[in-house]
């Protein structure tokens, strides 16, 4: 293994750990509809779970409203009991066709409750992206005292690395205040 197979592996890692962070990042309510809201729901249909983007069209016409249109009528009461499983705080109701959630407007205290929580999930971020440039700075150190690469190619990889570690960890500072703005907004 080289230097620059240890960054390349390292930059997709951080690529997934952040991509991972923005889907989470996403399902965090910010008192406006949105279909992320609901979309990544398990729906027990016949026996299997399956995410509800699989089974319905989702759409948000304003922003205090999701509308559920399942292709399959027949699994409506199994999303509307997985919607009223999940942690969302919003009650379903259905017409035998589709179904309507009514997103209420969020108070002050559960929109600083939200912005702790996307702070806690930014540190995790972080945290992860720090773990990831340990193990790939150990692989480099590796890699110098295996004599495979000189002490100067270690010194270069680690700078490489930090120059990644820098990039990713600035992505989610900026996710961050864009999250935050939207949630903390009325």
């Known amino acids: ?17 952040f991509e991972s962070m923005n889907r989470q990042f996403h399902e ?11 979309e990544g729901l398990h729906i027990d249909y016949y026996g299997t779970p399956t995410m509800l983007k699989q089974l319905a069209a989702i759409s948000a016409p ?3 409203l999701i509308v559920i249109q399942p292709w399959d009528v027949s699994a409506i009461v199994e999303i509307e009991k997985a919607i009223l499983k999940s ?8 017409d035998g ?9 969020l108070s002050k205290e559960r929109r600083q409750e939200m912005a702790k929580l996307v702070h806690k999930m930014s540190e995790d ?8 440039r340990r193990d790939s700075k150990e692989m480099v150190e590796k890699l110098e005292k295996d004599k495979i690469i000189s002490e100067d190619e270690k010194f270069r990889g680690v700078d490489e690395l930090q120059k ?15 999250k935050e703005k939207e949630i903390l907004e009325f």
């Open 125 to 132: 971020g972080r945290v992860s992206m720090r773990t990831i």
């Open 28 to 38: 965090v309510r910010t008192g406006r509809a949105s279909p992320s809201l609901v």
């Open 1 to 17: 293994m080289t230097v620059k197979e240890v960054l390349s592996n390292t930059d997709e890692k951080m690529k997934k750990s």
């Open 87 to 94: 942690n969302l705080g919003v009650s379903p109701s259905n």
């Open 62 to 64: 304003d922003a205090h």
């Open 97 to 105: 066709k589709i179904i309507r959630i009514a997103v209420p407007q």
């Open 164 to 178: 990644i570690v820098d990039k990713y960890i600035g992505k989610i500072d900026e996710l961050l205040k864009v």
